[in-house]
């Protein structure tokens, strides 16, 4: 071999090698920089992230709402997931993996509580907040009238084993009236309700209830009243469904007589503090801190009933939640007292400036006489004087 053409293999061998090198070198670096951007992604998809179990579509919207008003890239996710409601919402909040908290009726936590299903489920669950109340809707064909019309006929009563199951039996066994449930879900349990091949559906939902808002007229479907007398009365609240809310179903303006279920927020209690639980503690604490924006005009008017204020008897609240109403208490009992004071002390003034008044023309005087002379009557006096103080007061006002 030449010493040129040596010369020529030997560079081209080192270029070989040298490529060799770098291409061995991209290729560690690659996968470990995509190892680092998928780690990246991994982190800010479960930065904040919660998931809170409901039932149905419109409860799915409701806590889309919640979710629309909280939610920070990279700090703040939350995730509606639509389960069965009723005692398996409450069994996958305790058992299902990545559930934080979910939306339960009072009428199933206390069935729970009073059965002891879960043991004392009251030591595993804390309620963080009452949200809004759901409507008891029974629909039937027009040429039933009253409650007691579906006496041996069918009802949809939803799914077997689901929280609308269990409440349709509760409540036709309240008011005494036996009918055969069937089970379709509530789109086909109207559909047949409609052909007649049932009587009636029972169905859950916070009016106005989109699903029902999309009955045509001259369906022929109409709205039944249910009575809220005895057990109901304790378990249940009073509600009307109005012409407003269902055109469609209730006519001549007047108002169909119903009952509502409460719904309540809970969270698992875990037994330390960690990942999980910091992240509840982050979304009740920005949930709270924005219920104003959740309940402006332009939402649900569901959100007017929240309160988050209110005690769930026999429940005790999640300690963050739990502060953050310590606090809100005593902010307002401070601010009471001293709208109080403030109002005590301008009202004060008003009324020295009152007997000031009176005094330079010389009736005060005469007053005090009065009062001394007849003591009897110095209380009706003094009634007289602030009456005629008031008097005054809204002249100055004018």
Known sequence: MTCA???????????????AVCFALLSLGLPAQGQQILEKARRD???????????????????????????????????????????????????????????????????LRKEKTYGQIEKQLRFITKLFDEEIHLISGSAITDISQLSGRKVNFGKAGSGTFARAARIFNAVGVEVVPVNFDPTQGLEKVATGEIAAAF?????????????????GLRLLSIPATGELETAYRRSTLSQNDYPNLISDSKSVDTIAVESVLVGYLWS????????????????????????????????QEIDVLADVPGWRRLQIAQDW???????????????????TEALEEQFSNFLATIEQSGSIEQVIQEQVSQQPQSEEKMEDLFRDFLQWRNTQNQ
């Open 5 to 19: 053409k040596f010369r020529r293999t030997a560079l081209t061998r080192s270029f070989a090698a040298l490529f």
């Open 45 to 111: 998809s479960n930065a904040g992230t919660v998931r809170i179990m409901t039932s149905g579509v419109e409860g799915a919207r409701m806590i889309d709402e919640i979710a629309f008003t909280v939610n920070e890239p990279g700090k703040m996710r939350v995730l509606p997931m639509i389960g069965d409601g009723g005692v398996q919402n409450v069994n996958d909040i305790l058992f299902l993996r990545g559930i934080d908290m979910g939306v339960v009726h009072h009428d199933t936590l206390a069935l």
């Open 203 to 219: 169905y859950v939902a916070a009016k106005p209830s989109p699903i029902l808002q999309q009955i045509a007229a001259g369906s």
């Open 272 to 303: 330390s503090p960690n990942e999980r639980s910091g992240k509840i503690a982050n979304f009740v604490t920005a949930f709270f801190e924005r219920i104003g924006e959740i309940q402006k005009p332009y939402r649900s008017a569901k959100w």
């Open 325 to 343: 109403v310590s606090t809100r208490f005593a902010e307002k009992r401070r601010q009471d007292e001293l709208l109080v004071a403030s109002s």
